[in-house]
């Protein structure tokens, strides 16, 4: 899987989707992305495959367990593995954020 297919399965959700952050100021709820580094599979001094790590963040107001939900079936249904971070308050902005690692 490549960037830009993680970019369309994201956009299933029907929310806004950026990586790393929006130019302009965006309603709740909107994911972002992030690149969070590399594992791979090795052998003989050679790599055979290699798995990206991206942190998913949504970004939401209120709690919606039914958009969380949605977001996991994406995953599930895309054949992605997924974990998920409790909510973080963030106080400044006034929003909660939800980290998902996924692996591609």
Sequence with gaps: MKYLE??????QTGLPV???HFDDKQKLP?????DVG????FADGENYYDITD?????HFKYKDPELEQRLKDIFKQNNMTYTATAD???ED???YLKTYEVNI
Excluded: H
């Design 6 to 11: 993680l970019v369309e399965i994201l956009e």
């Design 18 to 20: 950026a990586y790393s």
């Design 88 to 90: 973080l308050w963030i």
């Design 54 to 58: 991206y942190d998913v963040i949504l």
């Design 93 to 95: 902005e006034k929003r």
């Design 38 to 41: 590399l594992d791979s599979l």
């Design 30 to 34: 909107f994911i972002t992305f992030e």
